[in-house]
T-cell receptor, first 113, second 112 residues
Framework: GAVVSQHPSWVICKSGTSVKIECRSLDFQATTMFWYRQFPKQSLMLMATSNEGSKATYEQGVEKDKFLINHASLTLSTLTVTSAHPEDSSFYIC?????????FGPGTRLTVT | QKEVEQNSGPLSVPEGAIASLNCTYSDRGSQSFFWYRQYSGKSPELIMSIYSNGDKEDGRFTAQLNKASQYVSLLIRDSQPSDSATYLCAVSRASRDDKIIFGKGTRLHILP
């Protein structure tokens, strides 16, 4: 099946710093990628839809200036959490749309101290 | 607000029995329906997708869809301890590149 990778798998950063998370589709091209966030014992919440070569579409309540998304190629989308705070600590998961279905990356666990 | 509702559980099922997971959705425009399995600390894994009314079987898993009732279910036959996980019901309006809305998930515990 299609493979989606994320890097890093976990990251710890200090409050006020920025952190970048990469999402790559390894064996297929994805014009659309999605970014989700999952807090403990809660479901996945869609943050934004990322389209190659255009601006991301953010869900209501998600600050686009805080969560910067770039989809520069058909195999790479990045999420940058700017000026991170402890409440941004969460499990961030991307998915990429292939010809038939969406495939999820393994997730990135962000801890902001 | 388009929603997907699931019983949070936990649902406890003896090993070897049938586990039945249910889901309702509010958006009548939904066309694609998915069941994902998620182990603690891991990303969701697609188990089944279903697009038309009726049953769809894949190994020990059977997905059932009733669009008139806005109801989706997942049956797991011959439940194994490795099936213990959270099962997420998800729906989408259209195609593969449309956003997926997830339910909160049902925790399933298979009793050895």
């Amino acid at each position: 099946g299609a493979v989606v990778s994320q890097h890093p798998s976990w990251v710890i950063c200090k409050s006020g710093t920025s952190v970048k998370i990469e999402c790559r589709s390894l064996d297929f091209q994805a014009t659309t990628m999605f970014w989700y966030r999952q807090f403990p014992k809660q479901s996945l919440m869609l943050m934004a839809t990322s389209n190659e070569g255009s601006k991301a579409t953010y869900e209501q309540g998600v600050e686009k200036d805080k969560f910067l998304i770039n989809h520069a190629s058909l195999t790479l989308s990045t999420l940058t959490v700017t000026s991170a705070h402890p409440e941004d600590s969460s499990f961030y998961i991307c998915s990429a749309a292939s010809l038939y279905e969406q495939y999820f990356g393994p997730g990135t666990r962000l801890t902001v101290t | 607000q388009k929603e997907v509702e699931q019983n949070s559980g936990p649902l406890s099922v003896p090993e070897g029995a049938i586990a039945s997971l249910n889901c309702t959705y509010s958006d009548r425009g939904s066309q694609s329906f998915f069941w994902y399995r998620q182990y603690s600390g891991k990303s969701p894994e697609l188990i089944m997708s279903i697009y038309s009314n009726g049953d769809k079987e894949d190994g020990r898993f059977t997905a059932q869809l009733n669009k008139a009732s806005q109801y989706v279910s997942l049956l797991i036959r011959d439940s194994q301890p490795s099936d213990s996980a959270t099962y997420l019901c998800a729906v989408s309006r259209a195609s593969r590149d449309d956003k997926i809305i997830f339910g909160k998930g049902t925790r399933l515990h298979i009793l050895p």
